[in-house]
């Protein structure tokens, strides 16, 4: 546990200037809560255990979060951009639309269904009806963003006519939809193993292949 906090932690220094030691404070506590909340979920996980992880005191924790629901909608918050800050960084401007399409459905299915993001929503599932803040943060920092991104992607390639006449935020819930729902639905349930990445290329290619099929009939 120790090890997966430190490496936690030095994800979230790349993010923090220098010259703001209590931002890296905070950066550091939010850090190793996350670690542990995803190991052992919110009932599982006391303020005594994070300050352990990085020292302080519970006055510093309630001085940043104000206590441990604070911690805990704030490391979801942090947890949902980190899994997706692949996605966003996705080249695609510059390719073809079906390469542009491939890429971005790849590098998100590598994100959404990787372990980690796995134990994050079976995590915001368990505790979003206890604490409502939580599924909206992790909605909002999450899907919504996916959404966006996608709804973006879709009026830049509709404006340079290389799709037609479409609503570019339905059509980027379709696609986003189209390639998470099955695959991810089992997985969270535990009834699947993630699937090879060349079957993910496949599926990929199948939900490409219906949602431009359906953007040329419009």
């Avoid at 995590?123 to 909206?136: I, K, S």
Wanted: proline share 4%; glycine share 8%; net charge positive.
């Amino acid at each position: 546990m120790t090890a997966t906090i430190a490496k936690a932690q030095k994800r979230h220094k790349a993010d923090v200037s220098p010259d703001r030691p209590s931002t890296q404070k905070r950066s550091n506590l939010l850090a190793a809560a996350s670690e542990l909340f995803l190991a052992k979920g919110y009932d599982g996980v006391s303020l005594d255990e994070i300050i352990a992880a990085v020292g302080g005191s519970k006055t510093t924790i309630y001085s940043y979060f104000k206590g441990k629901e604070g911690v805990f909608v704030a490391a979801i918050g942090a947890l949902c951009g980190e899994i997706l800050a692949k996605l966003f960084r996705t080249k695609a401007s510059s390719m073809p639309l079906r390469e542009a399409l491939q890429a971005i459905g790849q590098t998100y299915l590598d994100a959404v269904l990787s372990p980690r993001a796995i134990a994050l929503q079976r995590l915001v599932t368990g505790e979003a009806y206890r604490f409502p803040e939580v599924g909206r943060i992790w909605f909002e920092s999450g899907p919504a963003q996916t959404y966006q991104f996608l709804t973006d992607f879709f009026e830049e390639r509709r404006r340079a006519g290389e799709i037609g006449s479409i609503d570019p935020r339905k059509t980027a819930v379709l696609f986003h939809d189209m390639l998470t729902y099955e695959i991810h639905l089992q997985m969270l349930l535990g009834i699947m193993a993630k699937p090879k990445r060349a079957v993910l290329a496949d599926k990929v290619r199948s939900a490409i292949d219906v949602l431009l099929d359906g953007c040329k009939a419009i």
